[in-house]
Structures are given as C-alpha cells and as structure tokens.
C-alpha cells in the first residue's frame, strides 16, 4: 500500500511511549505519513496501559470514539490493556465497537512490520528471552526516554505488570549506549534511563546490574555531552540506594541531581501486604541523608497508593508522616485501584471508594505544601540549567497575537525537575530561544504553586 497515513495514541507509562516512537519510525520507513486527525488515517494504533482500572477503562473509550471517528481505518490495540480487553464482557445492551486486529503487549514487536503484517505463528517476543526489537533515532518531545528494561517478576499483591508485561528483560550494554549517543548527537539534551523494573536489569543476562550500566553509560558519554547534555532515572526502589547505588549516583558526571522513588506507603504493615516487604521506608530516609553529602540540592518525587486493603488511620497516619520529613518536590498518588486477577483484589478489608478519594486528598494536600516549599528553595538558587521541552507557548491570551513572538516563553524542567517557563531576554523571540542548542543556563526570577519563571543568564541561554 503507497501514500498510506497512520496516527498513534498512547496512553500511559514512558516504556510505552518510548514503544510508540520505535513504530512511529518503523512505519514511516515504510512509506507511511503521520497525520493528527482520525479521520485522515489509514491506519490507527491504540497502545494502552492497564495499571489502573482507569486505563484500561480508557482503552476501552478509545476504540469506541476512534471506530465512530474513523469507521474506515485499519483500528490496532496494543499494549497492556490488548489482553484485558479481549477477556472484558461489555454490559448487556452496551453500544460496543472492537479492534480489527488485538495484540498483546508480548507481541508488539510484530507492529514493526507495519499495521498490515501477518500475526499468525508464533509470537516472536513470547518465543525468545531477547529483548524486544524496539529502537529509536529522535522523539517527538524533547526530552527521550531511552528504554534499558523490560518486565518484572517481583509481583507486588496490587500489580498487573508482570501478567501484561512478562518477565524481566535486560537490553544489552552496547545497544543502550549506541541509542544514547544517536540521540544526544541528533541535539536532544535530556534523556530519561527507564524500564518497567530497573532494579531487575541484568538479572536475566550477563550484562551486570543498573548500578554498572549507569557507570558504563556515563563514562561513554560524558567526554563528548558532559555540560551540554544529562541523564535522568525514571524510576528506583528504595532498597536499590545501598552504598554502591549512592556512590554510583555521586560519581556519575551527567547525572540530573533528582531521584523518582517507588515507595508506595510508609506504614511497614501495608508495604508487607502489598508484597514490598523487602525495604522500609527508614532504609529511604538513611540512603537520602547519605545521598545529601553529595547532592545539597536535589529533587525527589515519589508514587504512592492510598487506601490499600486493610489501610488503617494508623497507616495513614504513618504515612503522612513519612511525607512531612521527607524532603519531597513532588509526588503521584493514586487511591487504590482494584484489578482483577492480583492478590489484593481478592483481600478483606476493602477500603470504601469515598475514604480512598479521601485519604488521597489528604496527601495531595500534603504533597502540595512540600512542593510549594521546594520551590520557594529552588527561586533562592542563582543558576540552574533547563532542558527545554516544548515549543514556545503564549505568556498570556494577548501574547499570541504578537507577530515578533516576543512575550513568549519556552517551557521545560531543571535539573531538580522542577517545571520552569523561560522568559526570552529582551529582544529576543521564544522562537529564538528555542532554536538555540544545549542545555539553557537560567536564574530564577519568579515562582508559584506549580513552577518556576526563569530567565537566561545574560542573555545566553547555553552553557
């Protein structure tokens, strides 16, 4: 088929949108054409998520809407929900539409082949312990995610992942470091080390765990990117900070100063029912304080689940706790949500609907007041760096009518992650501003609830 479009849309976790690029550009070696209307395309490929009762919901939707809007086009679904969906029974009398071609997140690999290849056989990804095939050369944000890890086996009570992803799956060294360059040399500044589980990398193949992947990383990249170009992890689990984690996160030149930390809850009794018994949150705080020598300033967010099976005030209060001296910038927390198929689905002591909306209210709040006071810090600093990640967005309603484009502002995270709007300095456009490369060395001049105003630093926005 010649001249054909396609249009992609991703829900959920920076593994799947990493998978979504990998298609996008397989697809269009083969002659296809993005387009951003429905109606447009030839072919459309839903890749889902399924970690909470949410998304899959929203996978669902999605090939409704989608199959109203494009009755004609070729309509894919993929990714962790693919499997959810074909075991869902709709309610009697529900209007329901279906995908022309269902496929497993085992089997996702095979869209490389384009939205027409043959899914009969054996499943490629199902067949092999390989790392799946994925690659990239660019992104459509700013900021990649280079993808190292696949999988999970630990299997926590609330979790889906390991039935919807399979078991760990380590990328090699050599492949992981060939991405990055590609895409640091194709101009990006900023990329995001994730996977499913990347306490899990190596455990499966002889390529060494996170901690020397992130050495040998660093020390491949650092000569030609170090000052123009950092790394940032997605994702670690506390009981990975043991001494060799911190001095690996100290030593490491290109580093972000900023850890994402999945610790869940801060009562030891509801970390045990949810199967995460192997660390507490005191090794957490131990680790950040050893960390601290090395990172004075540093950002930290954190996910967390309220209303778990059996959650008590007592846990609750625990928790908050554990929230106030910590020394948070942010954080995701999600009332828990009930997914069949997972031990905790099946617990006593199910915690109504409205106390679970309530309780995560509570720690929102909680969060908001620690993110507040991070800001405030963050506007104390006299310089920061900002990768920018998105094109230049109107300052106000009446700024977009400007035709120099000046009185726009870039927008984009530091090196903390903290969200920043970079102000052009006089004279020059947000246009401007963003053709510039490099990393954009700013100083605060503002901040509010939700980010910082910056502005280049004497008018030279790069190192």
């Known amino acids: 088929m010649s001249g054909w479009k396609f249009l992609f849309v991703t829900f959920g976790c920076k593994v799947n949108q990493y998978e979504t690029q990998a298609l996008r550009e397989a697809w269009t070696a083969q002659g296809g054409e993005e387009c951003a209307a429905p109606a447009q395309a030839d072919a459309i490929c839903i890749n889902s998520c399924a970690i909470t009762a949410k998304g899959e919901r929203d996978a669902r939707n999605a090939v409704f809407r989608l199959r109203r809007e494009a009755p004609e086009a070729r309509l894919i679904l993929t990714g962790c929900s693919a499997r959810l969906f074909a075991a869902y029974t709709p309610r009697p009398g529900a209007v329901w539409a279906e995908p022309d071609l269902l496929v497993p997140q085992e089997e996702k690999s095979r869209l490389l082949a384009g939205p027409w290849a043959d899914m009969d056989g054996t ?91 992130l050495r040998t990383l660093d020390a491949a990249l650092a000569p030609d990117f170090a000052g123009r ?115 905790a689905a099946r617990f006593a002591g199910q915690v109504p609907h409205a106390l679970k909306l309530e309780r995560a209210a509570r720690l929102r709040e909680a969060v908001a007041q620690k993110k507040r006071l991070f800001l405030q810090a963050q506007r104390a600093l006299p310089r920061m760096l900002v990768a920018a990640d998105r094109p230049p967005v109107a300052d106000a309603p009446g700024d977009a009518a400007c035709p120099s484009g000046e009185g726009q502002v870039v927008q984009g995270v530091n090196e903390f992650y903290a969200a920043c709007r970079v102000r052009p300095a006089a004279g020059m456009t947000g246009d401007a501003l963003c053709r510039r490369t490099g990393l954009l060395a700013v100083r605060p001049v503002a901040c509010d609830e939700r980010e910082l105003t910056v502005e280049p630093l004497d008018g030279r926005p790069r190192l």
């Open 123 to 213: 499943p490629p990804d199902a067949a092999s312990p390989a790392f799946p095939p994925f690659r990239i050369s660019g992104f459509k944000r700013a900021r990649p995610v280079l993808k190292v890890q696949d999988g999970c086996a630990h299997r926590c009570t609330y979790c889906i992942v390991p039935q919807t992803r399979g078991r760990p799956r380590s990328r090699p060294v050599r492949d992981i470091v060939d991405e990055a360059r590609r895409l640091l040399t194709a101009g990006h500044t900023e990329l995001m080390v994730s996977g499913v589980n990347l306490a899990q990398y190596g455990r499966d193949a002889d390529t060494g765990d996170f901690w020397s992947l």
């Open 229 to 343: 170009a950092r790394l940032r992890v997605s994702s670690l689990e506390p009981g990975q900070l043991d001494q060799r984690g911190i001095e690996t996160l100290s030593a490491c030149r290109m580093l972000c100063p900023h850890l994402h930390i999945s610790l869940q809850h801060g009562s030891r009794a509801v970390l045990r029912r949810m199967g995460r018994g192997h660390y507490t949150p005191d090794m957490l705080e131990r680790a950040l304080a050893q960390l601290a020598r090395h990172w004075p300033v540093m950002g930290l967010g954190t996910d967390i689940i309220a209303g778990f099976p059996g959650e008590t005030e007592e846990d609750l209060r625990l928790l908050l706790e554990l929230v106030e001296r910590l020394p948070l910038s942010y954080a995701h927390v999600f009332p828990y949500s009930r997914r069949p198929g997972t031990a």
